[in-house]
């Protein structure tokens, strides 16, 4: 994650155990630096309710809008709606804490940089799969997604491509795969297997 701003540090060192409550707007600027992001562009509102207790924080991230960025399918910029909650412990210590939702802080520190956990909140917000709707994803890659597409045959075609190698019950026993002056035609399937070590 990048370096953050002063917009995203909080000095707890001089508030009074209670809940304070923070707002943040996230725009481009806050993905610069930020390297293989998901997310391009955002409009995104932040709300932060940082409870302060004598030995710990409780923070509670909530967070609406939409981000850019790219569609599984044709690679093109979309819009995506983001919603989410998150919440974090942060306590005063010096062990290690194995649960990604309590931090330890030193008992020294006297600050909390929040653009880490607001980047986690967006990025899990995120659908798992992000498309265009139905018509909407470029054109010219569509064609060449439907051109080149894998297993892109009918049972029909199948039928037919093993037609094409059917030998109308001649005796293989005397080909040679070896032999390169042979010059009937080789199964594909064959010649994939035979370059396997």
Excluded at 83 to 101: A, M, P, Q, V
Excluded at 117 to 145: F, K, Q, W
Aim: glycine letters at 6%; proline letters at 5%; hydrophobic letters at 30%.
């Amino acid at each position: 994650m990048k370096k953050s701003t002063n917009e995203f540090i909080i000095h707890f060192v001089g508030l009074k155990t209670g809940t304070h409550r923070y707002e943040f707007n996230i725009d481009k600027s806050f993905f610069e630096g930020v390297e293989n992001t998901l997310i391009d562009d955002a409009n995104v509102h932040v709300e932060l309710a940082l409870d302060k207790k004598e030995t710990m924080m409780i923070a509670e991230f909530s967070l609406s809008g939409t981000v850019t960025t790219q569609c599984d399918r044709c690679n093109d910029p979309m819009e995506v709606p983001v919603h989410g909650n998150y919440r974090i412990i942060y306590k005063f210590g010096t062990e290690i804490s194995e649960d990604e939702n309590l931090i330890i802080l030193h008992p020294e520190a006297f600050e909390l940089d929040v653009s880490a956990p607001i980047y986690e909140l967006l990025i899990i917000s995120l659908p798992t799969r992000r498309i265009h709707p139905e018509g909407a994803c470029n054109g010219e890659v569509m064609d060449l997604y439907h051109k080149y597409i894998i297993n892109a045959n009918t049972p029909e075609d199948e039928d037919e491509d093993e037609d094409d190698w059917d030998d109308d019950g001649e005796d293989d026993s005397g080909w040679d795969d070896d032999n390169p002056d042979d010059d009937r035609p080789i199964d594909p399937r064959w010649s994939a297997l035979k370059n396997l070590n």
